[in-house]
């Protein structure tokens, strides 16, 4: 039997109304998902940056004589190598586990996994921090610490993009991943200026690792009691560009079947037209950007004898002159990726800003010491160009590329 008009209208009425509500709804998860994982990248770039931020304090500027302040083994004459060696066991275990995490991100359950990150990457922050507090002075301590910080590191990035990929479409990705990769700046602001408090020469730099250690374990708590893996953990479908839909009538209501595309194997993504491009790209702006992450503070303090101009540099003003290289990065990731939705071209503006980063490095490099006005200029203009970039690559250009 036909059914009548009215049934037909309240049934329309009905749909319209629950589409609706379940349009309201989704957009509440993406915004809880956007606040989250912003938070949650954010403390961890703040855990990765304290290391950087105390370097000038484990082997200071603040005297000749090398017995007479720093840590050991780091304040004596081999303490640039034995700080490189440290920063390079984190690095190794960030970059080979971070495949390894990639992989993993897409097949379990990524609520589980980013809060095992977080919490990992706090406790290694923190057992840096008990090295003061212990008195410990041996460098395979600092090197097993940092490996294992590593490891724990290595989840954050390909959690956090798999979770942002299957909550956000393609519409305005540049602009939104643009302000969204503030927390990478802003995390590195805060991983100088909160451990910069206690930074100092003979200072309690322990307080630098472990306040920031209790920072990201904090923000694990609400990662872990309010983060939604995807949209189809609620009922609700992921983005057009991940999914495949049926369509199936019924009377006046489209009902819309999703099927998850499976997780594209390494061979796989490889073939992707752009992804080798882009990879080697992000290669050589991360060799810059993180030089700048791990040692320009130490740089801003031993440079030129300490001093900017005629001012003395402490351990502390080096770590807040650092941040403004961050500043630049918030500035150019928003501007970048805007224009790039605007003009519908990504890969224009990203050569056109690494041009233009060369000769402004040349620049920092020569002039920061003439006046600290001066640095602070040139440090937010190479900040921009670098880390804006880097930005849109890590961003909107890898969710366009897999997604």
Not at 4 to 18: D, E, I, P, V
Not at 189 to 195: A, C, E, F, K, S
Not at 273 to 299: A, C, D, N, Q
Request: aromatic residues 14%.
């Amino acid at each position: 039997m036909k059914p009548s008009a009215n049934y037909q209208s309240n049934f329309a009425s009905h749909g319209l109304r629950r589409q609706m509500q379940t349009g309201i709804f989704s957009e509440r998860i993406r915004i809880l998902i956007w606040i989250l994982m912003f938070f949650a990248n954010m403390c961890f770039h703040l855990a990765r940056r304290s290391f950087s931020a105390v370097k000038g304090v484990l082997k200071p500027n603040c005297s000749s004589n090398y017995s007479s302040s720093g840590w050991e083994p780091f304040n004596g004459p081999y303490g640039n190598t034995y700080l490189g060696v440290t920063d390079s066991s984190f690095l190794f275990t960030y970059a080979v586990f971070m495949y390894l995490s990639g992989y993993i991100a897409d097949r379990v359950n990524t609520r589980y996994f980013l809060v095992i990150g977080m919490v990992g990457s706090g406790l290694g922050s923190i057992l840096l921090g008990v090295a003061y507090f212990a008195n410990i002075h041996v460098l395979y301590y600092f090197i097993l610490v940092q490996l294992g910080t590593g490891v724990a590191q290595s989840v954050s990035w390909p959690a956090v993009m798999v979770v942002m990929g299957r909550w956000f479409g393609k519409q305005r990705r540049g602009l939104i991943m643009g302000v969204w990769y503030m927390h990478t700046s802003i995390g590195n602001i805060l991983g100088t200026v909160i451990p910069s408090i206690w930074a100092t020469c003979d200072g309690p730099w322990g307080w630098s690792f472990v306040v920031p250690g209790f920072i990201i374990i904090g923000v694990s708590v609400p990662v872990f009691l309010l983060l939604v893996p995807g949209p189809e953990d609620v009922g609700l479908c992921p983005p057009t560009h991940q999914t495949k839909q049926e369509s199936i009538p019924l009377i006046n209501e489209e009902v819309v079947s999703c099927k998850k595309v499976k997780p594209l194997g390494p061979f796989k993504t490889l073939m992707i037209p752009g992804v080798i491009e882009y990879s080697l790209s992000l290669f050589f702006i991360k060799l810059v950007s993180y030089t700048f992450l791990f040692w320009l503070p130490f740089y801003i303090t031993t440079g030129n004898h300490g001093y900017i101009g005629k001012t003395k540099i402490s351990a502390r003003l080096s770590d807040w002159l650092a941040t403004t290289f961050d500043v630049g990065g918030i500035i150019g990731t928003i501007v970048i990726g805007g224009f790039s939705d605007l003009l519908k071209v990504r890969s224009v503006l990203v050569v056109s800003s690494l041009v233009l980063a060369a000769p402004l490095l040349f620049l920092y490099r020569h002039f920061s010491n003439v006046h600290i006005s001066l640095s602070v200029v040139l440090l937010i203009i190479s900040g921009a160009t670098v880390n804006g970039p880097y930005g849109v690559i890590a961003t909107a250009v890898s969710s366009d590329l897999l997604l």
